[in-house]
Every structure is written in structure tokens, then in C-alpha cells.
């Protein structure tokens, strides 16, 4: 490429860095990518035969933070229990979408400067199934580790989310406003985020928590970080109406909190999303359509 080329590429990449994710042209994405790329934001680069926008990260940290897929939680806690330090997508064959590495980047940005994270925890991009996971579209998050001062913290949605109880917003059936329970009925649909202690009074201390209360509230602060990212950033309603909050009107960002449980034999519920958050980039069938003309690599 050409020193012209390059300036054209940086200039794209500085408007690009302004405009949400969901609202890239691909050749904005590419310019972002390939700039992460140089100046050492992500690892190397391997592009897949015939993938026009798909790439493939061969390490394992992104914007200085590093992402680990868990193998295991500890079952009564909900902590990670042991987890894997490997490439961001790890099939040769498939690839990220240039646009799902921007949101990783900014996912990674955002819960290290304002959470502390040095660590993110997940169950991976990839799936057997013709989905956005398949497509390179989609991750499923744990969670976060890191230290405040020389003391080591874990925050993860197992762990800090689906243990706590909740406490109905409204009457349903015969259960009154504001009992509390271990979990909502299964055929309710007007979930609130439990974390949110300003519509639930139940909130409990568990014994693992290092940080004891302060550790609810710093969970509710970054898994609501997480939440508005995605849904700004991603997608989380096809029909174009968001970006939402957690509750009855989300659709396409799965958590303990979701509004349904799973419809057999789709995982496709909250039931399904006890330990993670599914976010995504475009529909379950097809990526966000904004192309143009692609730019060389």
C-alpha cells in the first residue's frame, strides 16, 4: 500500500472511532482493526480464505486486558474455577467479524479504565450451529477479575447476579408485589435487574464476597456497563426501537434477568444464561448490512 493509502486508511479509522459500532460501513471497521493491529491493541492478525470480513486473533489479550474462556465454576459459589488463557477465536475456519473485534475493544477499554479489569472471563465466540456465534458475531460473558490497590477481586455473573434473589415488581398469580424469591417464575415475563438495590431490597452479602457489600454495588455498576455497551454498540432489538435497558422490552441480550425462560430446543432464555451474557452484532441469521466497497488488507 501506498503512503496516500495509509493516510486515507488513518483518517477513516479517526471519524470511525466516533460512530457506534452497529453503524459501521465494514471499510471503517477494517480501518480500525488494522490500526489496533499496528500499534499493538490486539495481537496478530490471520484472515481466513475467502472471509472478506472476517479475521482471526492469535492471542489472548486485547487493549491490555486478557481474555480467558472458563472451563469450570465452582457449582455452589458460582466462582470460576478454572479457566484458560487462549486465542480470542481459536477455529481457523471461521473468524471474528472486523466489527465484533471493534466492540471487543471497546468492551476491554471500557471495564479497564472504569473497572479495573486486567481480566475477562468467557465461554467463548464459536458454536456448532449456523448462528451468530458460528458467524463471528456474538461472545458470551462471564465476568471480570482485577485488583483494587494490592487487593485481588472476581465479579462474574454466576457468582454476583444469578445467586441473588429477587423481589417481584408487580403481583403474579398468587404471589404478591414484593415478595421475595430465590429466582422469578418461569412464566413471568416482567423482570427488573435484581442488582438494581433501588427496586430490590433483598440484596445479600454472600460469604465469598470479598469486598462484602461494596461488591454488590460494584457488580451492579459494571454488569450495567456491560449491558448499555452492548446494547448501544450491538444489537439488541431487530425492529430498531433501544438501546434498552434489562427488562421485558430486550430481546437479543441474554442474562439471569432476561424476560423468558429457554423454548426447547433453543437455548434462548434465561434459564440458558445463568453464568453469562450473550451479546451480539446484527440478528440471529445475519449480520448489520452496512457494506461498502471493501478496502485491501
Known sequence: MTAADDLTRDIMALGATMVRVRDLTLSQAWALVEGYSRDGTIPTL?????????????????????FRYVKTFNPQTGQ???????????DPTLGLDVRMVVLLVRLARMLKNNHGASTIYHLGFESA?????????????VGIGGKHGDKAFEINVWSHWKLQPVQMP???????EGTKL???????????????ATTNQFLE?????????????????????VYDLAAAQG?????????????????????????????????DGRNDHFQHIHFQIGTRSSPMARQDRWLPV
Do not use: C
Request: charge should be negative; aromatic fraction near 10%; glycine fraction near 8%.
Open 182 to 196: 430465590a429466582d422469578w417464575p418461569d412464566a413471568f415475563h416482567e423482570t427488573n435487574f435484581r442488582l438494581d
Open 129 to 141: 450451529a449456523e448462528d451468530m456465534h458460528r458467524d463471528g458475531r456474538a461472545m458470551d460473558f
Open 46 to 66: 490471520v484472515l481466513p480464505k475467502a472471509r472478506d470480513r472476517k479475521v482471526n486473533i492469535t492471542g489472548a489479550v486485547i487493549a491490555g486486558v486478557e
Open 205 to 225: 452479602v454472600k460469604s465469598w464476597f470479598a469486598g462484602g457489600a461494596a461488591e454488590i454495588t460494584a457488580a451492579f455498576e459494571m454488569f450495567k456497563a
Open 235 to 267: 444489537m439488541d432489538r431487530s425492529d430498531g426501537v433501544g438501546p434498552t435497558s434489562i427488562g421485558s422490552q430486550s430481546r437479543n441480550i441474554f442474562h439471569p434477568d432476561y424476560f423468558k425462560v429457554s423454548t426447547p430446543p433453543d437455548k
Open 170 to 176: 408487580v403481583a403474579f398469580g398468587q404471589i404478591a
Open 80 to 90: 470460576v474455577k478454572d479457566s484458560w488463557s487462549r486465542p480470542i477465536q481459536t
